[in-house]
């Protein structure tokens, strides 16, 4: 006989079962279109592989081993995405009804176009690499900063996500940015579009927003937000540009806010640390916040000397 715990256990399992269905709005599709996470995030970890493959295949082997071993790799990425994006395209009404050969050809289509992009991929993420040397004084070599640097992974994974973007992939994109914000404490949007020797520097906090375009040989800090100016549209909002543009050899320094589709930061400005701009600025620009008045009260009862610090 169930005890009063197993009841009550049992009833609130209907309840939440319930509820769940209710929400589903009656798709039955979509709830099983949903895709495989740990299997994306293992994928993540192989494409990094092999757009790094000295420094992330863990054996060392011949150049020729190497060939083979990275063509493995990415064949078992090719297999497993297209199964991946196959399921996800279930959420796009024009293939709620089609046959699934037809789902499963637009999947390989989309992953064979998407394998093609890596080169490039690669070429960028090696600028990138560039401009975080160049950029950081504490970067001890490049080495420290491909195996370290959470700034540089965080637009690995963006550059990866924003080809599947691009391609029309629903879920899958957003997925990987996620996964790359909840490691580095960097939100970069799938949708956003980062130009060529681009380095976040230290990076905690830094939010880049769907419709955000930046250029080339921009360098931003920890805190910056390229950001909307109102989300109260809503979904009204949608397909909108509401993320500003950044043009190239930009410098944007901490805690910065720039928001809104409409602003354009001009090629070569500087956005001091802690601004908040919601208009375009002109090329070759200094924006800054005046120093606050900061008050000094001395405590006449230390005995140690201070004079070194009041000249």
């Not at 959470?150 to 629903?170: C, F, Q, S």
């Not at 802690?274 to 405590?299: C, G, M, W, Y």
């Amino acid at each position: 006989m169930p005890s009063h715990m197993e009841l009550g256990v049992s009833k609130i399992v209907q309840n939440l079962l319930t509820s769940s269905a209710e929400r589903q709005q009656g798709s039955k599709v979509l709830i099983h279109s949903q895709p495989d996470k740990k299997a994306i995030i293992a994928m993540i970890e192989q494409l990094q592989m092999v757009l790094f493959p000295d420094y992330f295949v863990k054996k060392k082997v011949s150049r020729y081993a190497a060939e083979y071993y990275i063509g493995s790799v990415l064949d078992e990425i090719y297999i497993n995405l297209v199964g991946q994006v196959a399921l996800v395209l279930l959420q796009l009404d024009v293939f709620q009804k089609a046959d699934e050969t037809i789902r499963n050809a637009e999947a390989t289509r989309i992953v064979e176009q998407f394998i093609a992009t890596l080169p490039q991929i690669q070429s960028y993420l090696y600028m990138d690499v560039d401009a975080a040397f160049d950029g950081d004084p504490a970067a001890f070599n490049k080495d420290e900063i491909i195996f370290s640097y959470p700034g540089l992974y965080a637009i690995m994974v963006n550059r990866l996500a924003h080809e599947l973007h691009l391609l029309k992939v629903p879920l899958i994109p957003r997925i990987m940015t996620e996964h790359a914000h909840s490691l580095t404490g960097i939100d970069i949007h799938p949708g956003a579009t980062i130009g060529k020797y681009f380095f976040i520097d230290h990076g905690t906090g830094v939010v880049i927003g769907e419709t955000t375009e930046i250029g080339d040989w921009v360098k931003i800090y920890q805190g910056v937000t390229l950001g909307g100016l109102s989300t109260r549209a809503g979904q009204g909002l949608r397909n909108h540009k509401r993320h500003p543009t950044i043009e190239n050899r930009v410098t944007i320094y901490s805690g910065a806010s720039i928001l809104g589709g409409e602003t354009r930061i001009g090629e070569g400005s500087i956005i001091g640390g802690n601004a908040f701009i919601t208009k375009s600025v002109p090329p070759h620009t200094r924006v800054s916040i005046r120093n606050p008045d900061l008050e000094f009260q001395r405590d006449e009862m230390e005995e140690t000397d201070q004079s070194k610090y009041w000249n």
